[in-house]
């Protein structure tokens, strides 16, 4: 005789238990919080478990191919071979705990927090954002409009791999951009997909970026910017690109620190002290250090991120993506079945098959470029130029 399935019905009794420890903790929340309850999907093909929908869909982040690209993309320095400085997957973690440790003090949801952060900066392509500038400006030029990487971010997670992430989390990664001088932020409802689909497309367009539909994508929009602000200033002065001789601003020293660590730490304060999560529900500076980092983003700008010893390598990349995004359409166009665009990406089994056929080929260049990596990058670019070579005699 054959022992009763009794598995089945613990589980149940396990997944009650936990949903009930859930509501409980998710109580305890500031009422202004996202809580597990609000989550929306766009299909919702497999029925909820153990995980709250925002601890799931940071699963479905990591276990992504895109996810695992971040390991080499690089952040700021494309060029230097230094061990020590920060790279795309270094920041997606710092960002995702700096959220955290905000959410936290404020009562706000961690696993959403977790989600956004870890998949925010997905859609980044190879050579930061002189990349995205040569990438976008290759798109308007084929007809399928600018290139944005938050935008790209949605385009890997939604459609080409089809990961069905609530829409509170696709919505942080798409408002998420910490390039921007935002001081204060309260949330904007988003009330449909049709909505979220209009944002997406208003972003893709150039249009400003709206704010997160929740508190928690406000905070990993701050955590964004606090991430690598004081971060790009220690790897600069660490591969020699910011020497004694150049001082941060007087004012900036002052009020936010000179280093890394104090940076974050008077970032982090300030938010906590200025923020309202309670009532107004808005994420916040004083005006004081509101100032303070508006200063430092321009000095980074100019001794960083435009500094002659970054730029000068920047008509190569600007015509590697060109010889790349041409030998992409061709192959395409011949149909070059053995042509890595088609054996690394359109005949893999992780591309959902309704991006698929309704992609255009430019939108299938673009898409397969932006999923590189830096070696990768140049991997392919090699093959375009650089003869094959025999060795012996022809296979």
């Not at 320095?77 to 700096?98: G, P, Y």
């Not at 791999?161 to 409802?189: A, F, R």
């Not at 309704?354 to 939108?363: G, I, V, W």
Request: net charge negative; proline share 3%.
């Amino acid at each position: 005789m054959s022992k009763p399935d009794t598995k089945r019905p613990l589980e149940k009794g396990l997944e009650s238990s936990i949903r009930t420890n859930t509501a409980k903790r998710e109580s305890l929340f500031s009422p202004l919080a996202s809580i597990s309850a609000d989550a929306l999907r766009r299909h919702n093909r497999k029925p909820e478990d153990i995980r709250t929908p925002y601890s799931r869909d940071t699963d479905r982040i990591i276990h992504t191919r895109a996810y695992t690209r971040y390991i080499d993309k690089t952040q700021v320095f494309s060029f230097v071979e230094n061990d020590h400085i920060t790279h795309r997957v270094i920041h997606v973690q710092l960002v995702s705990k700096i959220a955290r440790t905000i959410g936290r003090c404020l009562r706000l949801n961690e696993d959403l927090i977790e989600a956004i952060a870890l998949g925010h900066d997905i859609g980044h392509i190879p050579y930061g954002h002189f990349g995205e500038n040569c990438l976008s400006a290759l798109c308007e030029q084929f007809g399928i409009g600018k290139f944005f990487h938050n935008v790209q971010s949605v385009q890997f997670l939604d459609k080409i791999e089809d990961c069905d992430l609530t829409m509170q989390v696709l919505d942080g990664v798409l408002c998420h951009n910490g390039e921007s001088d935002d001081v204060k932020i309260s949330p904007e409802p988003c009330p449909s997909w049709l909505a979220f689909d209009k944002k997406v497309q208003d972003n893709a367009d150039g249009r400003r970026t709206k704010a997160p539909m929740t508190l928690e994508g406000c905070v990993v929009k701050f955590a964004d910017t606090i991430a690598y602000i004081g971060r790009d200033l220690q790897d600069a002065r660490e591969v020699g690109l910011i020497g004694s001789a150049v001082q941060v601003p007087l004012e900036c020293r002052e009020i936010l620190g000179d280093t890394n660590r104090e940076i974050i730490n008077t970032l982090i304060y300030d938010l906590l002290k200025n923020s309202d999560t309670e009532d107004t529900g808005c994420i916040s500076y004083s005006h004081d250090v509101e100032g303070a980092l508006i200063n430092l983003r321009a000095f980074s700008r100019i001794h960083i991120y435009e500094n002659s010893k970054l730029t000068s390598e920047r008509e190569k990349v600007k015509q590697m993506y060109a010889t790349l995004f041409v030998t992409c359409l061709e192959d395409l166009r011949n149909e070059s079945n053995n042509a890595k665009i088609f054996t690394d990406f359109i005949d893999t089994n992780w591309i959902s098959k309704n991006y698929l056929q309704s992609a255009t080929s430019a939108e299938l260049a673009r898409d397969f470029i932006a999923g590189m990596t830096d070696r990768y990058f140049a991997k392919r670019y090699e093959e375009c130029v650089i003869p094959h070579k025999f060795e012996g005699k022809f296979p």
